[in-house]
């Protein structure tokens, strides 16, 4: 399967806790995208990437969440002391260069749930 | 924060019937996307349509836009129960850096 893939699918964790998700993009895409997604909303854009560089994140991304794209490759998205108010699922997008005329490419998300 | 919103929010039809649902966003646009979600899945690419064309198809799909009334809508032709899902716009803000979503219309199509 060469698309985008995400672990883990399923995340349950106590508030307060720390969890970490990872993103492989097609591997010729240089940007890397992530976003969150409540129930019945679309999705919201956190922050992207353009190979290693994260070139813009949004004020959704607060101190507790950090994203890194070490050597340009895969991506992680870490979120420290979590609160319930983070529970939703969490996509990875990648693309080949601007989306200009080009489409993301979607994983199937991290459905993260804090309890 | 959401770029556009979708119309209706949900949308029931019969297998067979066409489905038509409006997408409207706030600023100038490289491109607008569509993009189905099946229930708790990733989003999946369907058309794409460039801010100087003003009609697209791809097998039963149409879309339309007009940027002077920042609108376009996505036609399904002869709807089928497979096509139950959510759909959304996406537009690239004119940056073309990101997509931003809109709110999403929820299909479903009855047997």
């Known amino acids: 399967d060469t698309g985008v893939s995400q672990d883990p699918r399923h995340k349950i964790t106590k508030r307060g806790q720390n969890v970490t998700f990872r993103c492989d993009p097609i591997s010729e895409h240089n940007r890397l995208y992530w976003y969150r997604q409540t129930l019945g909303q679309g999705p919201e854009f956190l922050t992207y990437?353009?190979?290693?560089?994260?070139?813009?994140k949004s004020r959704l991304l607060s101190d507790r969440f950090s994203a890194e794209r070490p050597k340009g490759s895969f991506s992680t998205l870490e979120i420290q002391r979590t609160e319930q108010g983070d529970s939703a699922m969490y996509l990875c997008a990648s693309s080949r260069g601007q989306l200009l005329n080009t489409e993301a490419f979607f994983g199937q998300g991290t459905r993260l749930t804090v309890v | 924060s959401q770029q556009g919103e979708e119309d209706p929010q949900a949308l029931s039809i019969q297998e067979g019937e066409n489905a038509t649902m409006n997408c409207s966003y706030k600023t100038s646009i490289n491109n607008l996307q569509w993009y189905r979600q099946n229930s708790g899945r990733g989003l999946v690419h369907l058309i794409l349509?460039?801010?100087?064309?003003r009609e697209k198809h791809s097998g039963r799909l149409r879309v339309t836009l007009d940027t002077s009334k920042k609108s376009s809508s996505l036609l399904i032709t002869a709807s089928r129960a497979a096509d139950t899902a959510s759909y959304f716009c996406?537009?690239?803000?004119?940056?073309?850096?990101?997509?931003?979503f809109g709110t999403g219309t929820r299909l479903q199509v009855t047997l």
């Open positions: 996406a537009t690239d803000t004119g940056t073309a850096s990101k997509l931003t």
């Open positions: 349509i460039r801010s100087n064309e």
């Open positions: 990437f353009q190979n290693e560089a994260q070139l813009e």
